[in-house]
């Protein structure tokens, strides 16, 4: 009889276990989207406890455990983090099925060599032991990382980020590339007039000099853009709705730029007009330089507008949209493609509605020039968030 998430799990036919085994298992890991956060590993902290690394900013447990009735100061709030833990552990068997389940039991073991079921029976002696072990010098975050075979991690970052946290990973000669990526979305949000002018201000601070037109907002990002390169960037990364492909001339935009800083609400059509120029330019410049630009489609972020003013954006609220993609990303791609500017692309989906219409549209844009130059990753959904980051699973088209 096998038992749980043995050294088989999931692999249900010999020819599985044969290529996951002999092939896969060794080989390293390049991780080129995620959100770890370049400061712990900079400072290669160790964590206090379990909850610390397990319970800080991971939005998919918490979804799970307003799922089942505990309460925010259990979640986000003012508990202390053993009964934060003890709440989760609480949470874990009603997740059956659900990846947060799988995922919980192969970190016990992967990590910390336990191969008991969290649960509340269990949750006391788990939380000591691994706790314990987190402060030893084995368990610091660079060793974290390191031991699990992981070659390359490309991070999330804003183009206002100083990136000196890369630099010191770099200077330290860490075995590990530390990458950061480029996540403009902050610099194209025309939906949110005061958000988007606190931002350009913040940009102007960064580069020194004012910002006073549409074309100085682009060399202002362009600047930034380079100096990513310079710190040894490779890659863009986008969260959003949809692939904006509205039609546009640069004087419209220009006009919209000096509506955005003289603060006057923008209708629809504007604010998709300023959003599809600021994506073509970023993607532009992704091609120059020869990085890969990575999309992310179809979440509907923020919905609990109470809770979202409470806990902040992204702690937990989002869901799948049901946003039309097909017309403006075949739109989008082809304008790239057709004045030759289209950079290597992968395309996230978190709607399984649109896996199909996005795999097959990745495909017509391939060129020969690389094998799967445009790729697919399909998301899975845990308690209905957005999937794209552990939960993908790729699919080169």
Not at 381 to 388: K, L, P, T
């Amino acid at each position: 009889m096998k038992t749980f998430l043995n050294e088989d799990f999931l692999l249900e036919t010999k020819t599985a276990q044969r290529l996951y085994h002999d092939y896969a298992a060794g080989m390293p890991i390049i991780d080129y989207h995620c959100h770890l956060p370049p400061d712990q590993i900079a400072n290669d902290i160790n964590f206090e406890n379990i909850t610390r690394v397990w319970l800080y900013g991971d939005h998919y447990k918490w979804r799970a455990m307003r799922a089942n009735g505990i309460n925010e100061a259990y979640i986000t709030g003012d508990k202390s983090d053993r009964e934060k833990f003890e709440a989760w552990a609480a949470t874990v068997p009603y997740t059956l099925r659900n990846p947060l389940y799988h995922w919980t039991h192969l970190e016990l073991q992967r990590y910390f060599d336990i191969h008991e079921i969290l649960s509340p029976q269990t949750a006391k002696k788990i939380y000591d032991e691994c706790s314990e072990k987190l402060q030893s010098p084995e368990y610091s975050v660079k060793k974290l990382i390191k031991n699990r075979n992981v070659e390359v991690v490309c991070t999330t970052d804003d183009p206002l980020d100083n990136l000196a946290h890369h630099q010191k990973i770099k200077q330290d000669s860490y075995a590990v590339k530390i990458l950061p990526a480029f996540r403009p979305d902050k610099a194209m949000q025309a939906d949110n007039i005061e958000a988007l002018n606190h931002y350009i201000r913040q940009l102007e601070t960064v580069i020194g000099s004012d910002i006073c037109d549409f074309d100085t907002y682009l060399e202002a990002l362009k600047q930034r853009h380079n100096y990513f390169a310079d710190n040894g960037c490779c890659l863009s990364d986008h969260g959003l709705e949809q692939l904006y492909s509205a039609n546009y001339t640069e004087q419209e935009v220009r006009t919209i730029f000096l509506k955005i800083l003289a603060e006057k609400e923008l209708s629809h059509d504007e604010v998709v007009k300023f959003k599809s120029a600021m994506l073509y330019h970023f993607s532009v410049w992704d091609h120059e330089k020869g990085w890969v630009q990575q999309y992310h489609l179809g979440a509907l972020r923020n919905n609990n507008t109470r809770a979202v003013a409470e806990s902040g954006p992204d702690t937990g609220y989002d869901s799948i949209g049901d946003f039309s993609q097909g017309r403006s990303l075949s739109k989008f791609m082809n304008r790239l493609e057709a004045e030759n500017k289209l950079a290597k692309t992968v395309l996230y989906n978190i709607n399984p509605v649109d896996n199909e219409l996005i795999a097959t549209m990745a495909g017509n844009f391939n060129d020969g020039s690389v094998a799967g130059k445009n790729a697919v990753w399909i998301g899975l959904v845990v308690f209905g968030s957005e999937g794209w980051h552990d939960q993908a699973v790729g699919c080169a088209v």
